[in-house]
T-cell receptor, first 113, second 116 residues
Framework: EAAVTQSPRNKVAVTGGKVTLSCNQT?????MYWYRQDTGHGLRLIHY???????EKGDIPDGYKASRPSQENFSLILELATPSQTSVYFC????????????FGKGTRLTVV | AQKVTQTQTSISVMEKTTVTMDCVYE???????LFWYKQTASGEIVFLIR??????ENATVGHYSLNFQKPKSSIGLIITATQIEDSAVYFC?????????????FGAGTKLTIKP
């Protein structure tokens, strides 16, 4: 079973602060993704990566940075957190084959106050 | 740009009946891949079933099946003999098949409630 682990699972941050959400996968998957989930919007793609050292902008990248230092790890960085970034964030990984599914972590609930 | 739309916000049906959830998509590619995922009450998101655009046969996995209508850009999820544990949020997703595209786009989701 594919394993994607997110940390922390819950986070309260202050407006203007820096937040880093971490994701680790043990599947040796090339692709990793960060989504945010909000009511009425479903899952929206923030950033994704093809492999170590690569990051690509998704559909809603503004206010977020991403880092992929290794095959296993993919981080989402909020340099200056805002209340509008309060959401549930999901990391996912996939082997890059176009017709195969991705595997999700359990999510991180971020509240920016 | 790829786009996925689920117009049904929520559906409620009786246990042991059949339910269909709708999904329409937009793409310029001739090759693409469609997926359905389920999010349980605990928040866990799991893959259910997939349809490759070049396949005419509708995919079936257990009591899940798809109604793929390519001319209508539609991919409906059908659940037969529903059970209480099928209550969840269901997401439709698409990946275009052109080289170098790694994006997977999701719809807004449909909340399914199964009543006893």
């Amino acid at each position: 079973e594919a394993a994607v682990t997110q940390s922390p699972r819950n986070k309260v941050a202050v407006t203007g602060g820096k937040v880093t959400l971490s994701c680790n996968q043990t599947n040796n998957h090339n692709n990793m993704y960060w989504y945010r989930q909000d009511t009425g919007h479903g899952l929206r793609l923030i950033h994704y990566s093809y492999g170590a050292g690569s990051t690509e902008k998704g559909d809603i990248p503004d206010g977020y940075k991403a880092s992929r230092p290794s095959q296993e790890n993919f981080s989402l960085i909020l340099e200056l957190a805002t209340p509008s970034q309060t959401s549930v964030y999901f990391c996912a990984s996939g082997d890059g084959t176009e017709n195969t599914e991705v595997f999700f972590g359990k999510g991180t609930r971020l509240t920016v106050v | 740009a790829q786009k996925v739309t689920q117009t049904q916000t929520s559906i409620s049906v009786m246990e042991k009946t059949t339910v269909t959830m709708d999904c329409v998509y937009e793409t310029q590619d001739s090759s693409y891949f469609l997926f359905w995922y389920k999010q349980t009450a605990s928040g866990e998101i799991v893959f259910l079933i997939r349809q490759d655009s070049y396949k005419k046969e509708n995919a079936t996995v257990g009591h899940y099946s798809l109604n793929f209508q390519k001319p209508k850009s539609s991919i409906g999820l059908i659940i037969t003999a529903t059970q209480i544990e099928d209550s969840a949020v269901y997401f439709c997703a698409m990946r275009e098949g052109h080289y170098g595209n790694e994006k997977i786009t999701f719809g807004a989701g449909t909340k399914l409630t199964i009543k006893p």
